[in-house]
């Protein structure tokens, strides 16, 4: 690993002369396998230009990346380069806000979210699981991608909105699945980046389906904020109702709405992702399937081999894989002064696959994390400092109920045919096809019941 130099070098670090729109596509089209290959010419520091988004120095090297995410937040700004999102997030948005604006929301959003809270979901996490994984076929093959994102829908639905089953939460799950569907289209993208998010928010269209949305998710705010069993409540909107900010208000009904908004998005496709990756990793390697399979049979969801397979799947297939600050002054990074306004990236792919850090960093090993803690600066899937994932242990843990669930269920076959090429969506990285699998057979793991004796 490489240290700062005494004396840093003024000006941005060198990188590929290519012009910017064959780079833009290069790192949007190829993603892992462009990155490595401008690892291999540059180094662990290099800077891209990419369209719309200025330079990237990208970093690849520990050491470096624990600059940035030890650095001030009021120099390395995250919130601007989120803007995309604000038509969806609205104003009050912790990923779209900088600075002590930031760190207010953060506070207020960090204390439903603590690991020891997140056992409050299991029931619920595995009732859904059980009931997606009852509706799969069985000896034929389909692409387990969308089903992860029904179960991390519903997950959402009902422990951070709190709706229970019934007429309002089909109402809510089909009012969101269409203003997702809308914005996540390459045509929506594409218009909002040409005419920028304020404009794009103002369009007569953007407006109507917003209205849609909000027209749903503003009774389910005001109608908890009157709930009589409130305090008693689990689900995550219940607890930030009762948060305070510092001088004792409440948040407002818009910072609610705007955070929900922003957790559904933030939670929802990257757990769907992270799962699909998962199941298509298992199954492309049968020793390891073989092994999570008898452990969660054994000990359910809490098994270290679990563990191991979704820090392994977030390892070799971030959801991300970048995150990036934008600088608010000149400021010393991997020995450069940089100038104000460039953008540094660490890269949560290259850093991936260090082989200082990880022998054979290719390869998917679970038994790996078997006697490895991971490295705060060396695993980062859920980026760093005081902008790192919010939903960190909300998603590791749900992402081990619910393969547990699956595991329990049913027989994965392992499969024949190679692995899935990582395919961009949006910003996140998914698999080509889907993540298809077949189950093999159905594995009931609930004790057999005794015949119920009925009094003649
Ligand atoms: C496997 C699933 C997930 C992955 C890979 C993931 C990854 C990330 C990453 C890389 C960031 C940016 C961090 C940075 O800039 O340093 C982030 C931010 C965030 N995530 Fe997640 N995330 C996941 C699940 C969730 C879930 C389930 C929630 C909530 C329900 C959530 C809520 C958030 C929020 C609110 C932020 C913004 C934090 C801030 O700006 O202060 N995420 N996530």
């Known amino acids: 690993m490489s240290t700062t130099t005494a004396t840093p070098i003024e000006g941005l670090p060198p990188g590929p002369s290519l012009p910017r729109a064959l780079q833009t596509a290069g790192f949007i089209l190829r993603g892992p396998s462009y990155l490595k290959k401008l690892q291999a010419e540059h180094g662990d520091v290099f800077t891209m230009r990419i369209t719309g988004e200025g330079r990237w120095v990208i970093l690849a090297d520990p050491a470096h990346i624990k600059q940035v995410f030890t650095g001030s937040p009021d120099v390395f700004h995250a919130g601007k380069g989120n803007q995309v999102l604000l038509p969806l997030l609205g104003d009050h948005s912790v990923l779209l806000l900088d600075g002590p604006e930031h760190l207010r929301q953060r506070r207020l959003l960090l204390p439903p979210f603590h690991g020891q809270r997140m056992t409050a979901y299991g029931e619920l996490m595995d009732e859904i699981t059980a009931e997606e994984v009852a509706r799969w076929p069985v000896g034929e093959d389909f692409a387990s991608w969308p089903r992860m994102q029904h179960i991390t829908l519903e997950v959402i639905m009902r422990a951070v909105f709190g709706v229970e089953q019934g007429p309002q939460l089909d109402r809510v799950r089909t009012a969101l699945n269409r203003l997702l569907d ?31 949305a909000d027209a749903e998710i503003y009774p389910v705010i005001r109608e908890r904020r009157a709930a009589p069993d409130l305090e008693d409540r689990q689900d995550i909107l219940s607890l930030l109702l009762q948060a305070r900010h510092e001088d004792g208000r409440p948040m407002s009904d818009e910072e609610l709405r705007d955070e929900l908004m922003t957790l559904l998005v933030a939670g929802h496709e990257t757990t769907a992702t992270t799962l699909g990756w998962a199941v298509e990793r298992l199954t492309r390697h049968p020793d390891a399937l073989a092994r999570a399979t008898a452990e969660v049979r054994e000990q359910g969801a809490d098994g270290p081999f679990l563990d191991g397979v979704v820090k392994e ?23 450069y002064r940089l100038p104000a306004g460039t953008r540094v990236v660490p890269c ?91 189950v093999a057979a159905r594995h009931d793991r609930r004790p057999v019941q005794e015949p119920v004796a009925v009094p003649a």
């Not at 993208?189 to 304020?198: D, F, K, R, W």
């Open 182 to 212: 809308e914005v996540m289209r390459p045509t929506t993208m594409a218009v909002l980046s040409a005419i920028g998010p304020h404009r794009f928010r103002e369009l007569a269209i953007v407006k109507r389906e917003l209205a849609r």
């Open 313 to 335: 799947t977030l390892r070799l297939r971030p959801v991300l894989s970048v995150v990036v600050r934008q600088l608010q002054e000149d400021a010393e990074v991997a020995g």
């Open 348 to 438: 949560i792919q290259l850093a991936h696959r260090r082989p200082d850090v990880y022998p054979d960093p290719d390869a998917f090993r679970p038994e790996r994390w078997l006697d490895q803690q991971p490295g705060t600066y060396s695993w980062l899937p859920f980026g760093g400092g005081v902008r790192r994932c919010l939903g960190a242990s909300f998603a590791l843990f749900e992402a081990k109920r619910v393969l547990a669930g699956i595991l329990g269920q049913v027989d994965l076959a392992p499969a024949a045919r190679d692995g899935e090429q990582v395919r961009r969506r949006a910003i996140t990285q998914t698999p080509q096809h889907g993540a298809r699998i077949t």
